[in-house]
């Protein structure tokens, strides 16, 4: 809860104050740049600890990380570092994964995916050994797209029309109009080889046979960088992130829900929290869902374009059901990450983005982060989370009555592929659903990303950083420019760069 009012804190640093709403990775990037940048910073959470998506669940003696597991742009973590005259390495260790992931098949095939070029060369060969030369033009492509979108424009704003017509010829020459599954087909014909390269936009929220092929840089992103994973979870990064905020002098304080955003004459002018109090700010920058910004944040400022009705009709992300477990046994075999395809693949996607409709066959992640650091779980036992991509709440789930079904459903599924015996060796269980997201997230229709990553939901058609209702209020976060993601979210935040003032040109609230 606030220790201290805002009148109290003012009269002991006259910096001028900026209040940023939410404290997953977006806000917590946001809140280290703008101390950086000379402000005194509040970040307001919700929940009763830091990290909105990227919160840690902690049962006897198991940790789990409620969102995400990987970092892939390890740079975008040691620039916020540096602003603070540290290193990212001797706060925070990341391992990469080699693999980075085990995908398989309903046949129980296994195709792994690699950094090394060579080693990768050869088990495209060993799946489909007709599309290795279709593999290395897709590679081409990839890095193409990659240069452009990622490290061209991923932290470059888009708030007015200006900005979008400058890189149209970019998005036409790239081919951006097509889908993932679209452009990736025009290189390899190996089934199996198109869903190891076509997946990525899952991880964002995005159907890959619906999503801009703009997100084929992912492939590319991942071999420039690496896939890496924190050392004690990814809530060890929210830990630091947090640190840093507090040794600039600003505080993160949870328990803190945030009712409205209020203005004066257009612009942003503060907060008004759950029980009634205001915490006044010459900068607002919003971390939470854009619908939940718009529609309930802003429900007593008039809105011409991010209308109620844009809210609602805005083509929203799928949801996700995860299982976080412990077992009393070890699983040796099972890779850090591995991805366990259903049946179904073009079928099943549908059946989520587009009839909403929660099918009776699913494709899974697996997470066993214990393969690398054992530490997060008792010795002799192992941490799991599973997801499995389901309709966001448009769709007629009722979730009350059907997760425990669900939960068993995959139960009996990981039995039977990578997991045998799992039945038996649970000893610690945590459920989240859509209606968690809904509900504990603020998220709209409880979908897990954010808008959904289409070409008319990107770029200038997305949510702008620099909100276009009120002056002096930003946004961060996964269904802002430039997308969902670590490096999404991170590089949204590197956005307010180029858009907020810097704190010695802001006249400070009376």
């Not at 050869?122 to 797209?145: C, H, M, N």
């Not at 659903?433 to 990303?449: E, I, K, M, Q, V």
């Not at 993601?485 to 609230?509: C, F, Q, T």
């Amino acid at each position: 809860m606030l220790k201290r009012t805002d009148e109290e804190t003012h009269r002991e640093d006259d910096r001028p104050h900026a209040v940023v709403i939410g404290s997953g990775f977006g806000g917590l990037a946001a809140a280290v740049r703008l101390g950086a940048r000379g402000y005194r910073v509040t970040v307001l959470e919700k929940l009763d600890a830091p990290g909105g998506r990227a919160y840690v669940f902690k049962d006897e003696g198991y940790v789990f990380d409620a969102g995400p597991t990987i970092i892939t742009v390890p740079f975008l973590l040691e620039e916020l570092w540096e602003m603070c005259g540290r290193k990212l390495e001797d706060d925070i260790e990341l391992r990469e994964m080699n693999p980075f992931y085990g995908i398989r098949f309903d046949d129980g095939d296994v195709v792994h995916c690699y950094r090394d070029a060579d080693v990768m060369r050869e088990e495209v060969k060993r799946i489909a050994p007709d599309d290795a030369a279709g593999y290395e033009r897709f590679l081409k492509k990839s890095q193409d797209i990659f240069e452009v979108g990622f490290k061209q424009l991923a932290h470059v704003p888009f708030h007015t029309l200006k900005s979008m017509a400058e890189v149209t010829p970019d998005l036409i020459r790239l081919e951006s109009y097509r889908s993932v599954h679209s452009l990736v087909s025009q290189y390899v014909k190996n089934p199996k080889l198109q869903v190891a390269l076509n997946f990525h936009p899952l991880l964002v929220g995005g159907n890959p046979f619906a999503a801009s092929s703009f997100y084929c840089l992912i492939s590319y992103l991942e071999r420039e960088w690496g896939v890496h994973f924190v050392m004690g979870g990814t809530g060890k990064l929210v830990d630091g992130l947090v640190d840093l905020i507090e040794g600039q002098g600003g505080q993160v304080l949870c328990d803190s829900e945030v009712s409205q955003i209020t203005t004066e004459n257009g612009k942003a002018t503060g907060v008004r929290l759950g029980d009634g109090r205001h915490v006044k700010a010459d900068v607002v920058v919003s971390n939470a869902e854009v619908g939940h910004t718009y529609k309930y944040l802003l429900s007593e400022t008039r809105r011409k374009r991010w209308t109620d009705r844009k809210v609602e009709s805005a083509r929203q992300s799928m949801s996700l059901f995860l299982w976080y477990f412990g077992t009393n046994r070890k699983y040796d075999d099972v890779d850090h990450h591995t991805i366990i395809l259903g049946p179904r693949y073009k079928g099943l996607l549908n059946d989520i983005f587009n009839k909403k409709k929660l099918a009776d066959d699913f494709s899974l992640y697996l997470h066993r982060p214990t393969a690398t650091d054992p530490s997060m779980a008792p010795e002799g036992c192992e941490a799991f989370y599973v997801l499995s991509p389901v309709p966001n709440l448009q769709g007629d789930t009722d979730w009350e009555t059907e997760a425990e079904r669900y939960r068993q459903a995959v139960e009996q599924r990981l039995q039977e592929t990578v997991l045998p015996g799992l039945k038996d060796a649970v000893t610690v269980s945590r459920i989240m659903t859509p209606l968690d997201f809904r509900d504990r997230l603020n998220s709209t229709h409880g979908a897990a990303f954010g808008l959904e990553p289409i070409l008319t939901q990107s770029a200038w058609f997305r949510a702008h950083n620099k909100s276009e209702e009120v002056d002096g209020l930003y946004l961060v976060g996964a269904g802002t420019h430039p997308g969902a993601g670590v490096p999404g979210v991170l590089s949204s935040a590197r956005v307010l760069d180029a858009i907020v003032p810097d704190a010695s040109s802001v006249k400070v609230h009376g």
